[in-house]
């Protein structure tokens, strides 16, 4: 299915050692976004970009960083992770400004910080 | 700061069932709602987007209304069926400078519907 496809789909990683996830998209969107779930707190923005080396903080972008140089991948990296960073991570993107523009959705990359 | 709200966290009823799941938020300034769905271990699947000067949308037996004054919006399902469990999410686009399409999202609805 063409869209959004994030690696890895899973991964376990130590205490304060780096980590980067990877969004790459078929769609040629401009604006990408990456988000964080957990129980209780629903999906929280983390990092967003709004073309290639244009991006923003989100509402909890403590702790990390992100690159996109091309319009198809949008890169988060935890910087060195926490287990507070635990979680399941979605990217997506939109053709914002379009008629009905709508949003996707990865399947997501369950993070496991140990 | 925005705040999204669903009400219930949890729905469970038989097949057939006409229902309507809640979500509110505390700001109306907004450029649109969206309503998603969201199948175990999967991403999210966008259902409906209602823009800030339109009152409801549908999509086959799904139906969205939007109330920005009051800040609600309800989604309503007919006929419910097994296929449909799964945890919906609303989400706002906050309006007021410039729109980069960031979601404020509630934390969901679990919708199981059993045979």
């Known amino acids: 299915d063409a869209g959004i496809t994030q690696s890895p789909r899973h991964k376990v990683t130590e205490t304060g050692t780096p980590v980067t996830l990877r969004c790459h998209q078929t769609?040629?969107?401009?604006?990408m976004y990456w988000y964080r779930q957990d129980p209780g707190h629903g999906l929280r923005l983390i990092h967003y970009s709004y073309g290639v080396k244009d991006t923003d903080k989100g509402e909890v972008s403590d702790g990390y960083s992100v690159s996109r140089s091309k319009t198809e991948d949008f890169l988060l990296t935890l910087e060195s992770a926490t287990s507070s960073q635990t979680s399941v991570y979605f990217c997506?993107?939109?053709?914002?400004?379009?008629?009905?523009?709508?949003?996707?959705f990865g399947s997501g990359t369950r993070l496991t910080v140990v | 700061k925005q705040e999204v709200t669903q009400i219930p966290a949890a729905l469970s009823v038989p097949e057939g069932e006409n229902l309507v799941l809640n979500c509110s938020f505390t700001?109306?300034?907004?450029?649109?709602l969206q309503w998603f769905r969201q199948d175990p271990g999967k991403g999210l699947t966008s259902l409906l987007l209602i823009q800030s000067s339109q009152r409801e949308q549908t999509s086959g037996r799904l139906n969205a209304s939007l109330d920005k004054s009051s800040g609600r919006s309800t989604l309503y399902i007919a006929a419910s069926q097994p296929g449909d469990s799964a945890t919906y999410l609303c989400?706002?686009?906050?309006?007021?400078?410039?729109?980069?399409?960031?979601?404020?999202f509630g934390q969901g609805t679990i919708l199981t519907v059993h045979p």
């Open positions: 997506a993107a939109t053709a914002l400004g379009t008629a009905n523009y709508g949003y996707t």
């Open positions: 769609e040629n969107h401009r604006y």
């Open positions: 700001d109306s300034a907004i450029y649109n």
């Open positions: 989400a706002v686009e906050d309006a007021g400078g410039t729109s980069y399409g960031k979601l404020t």
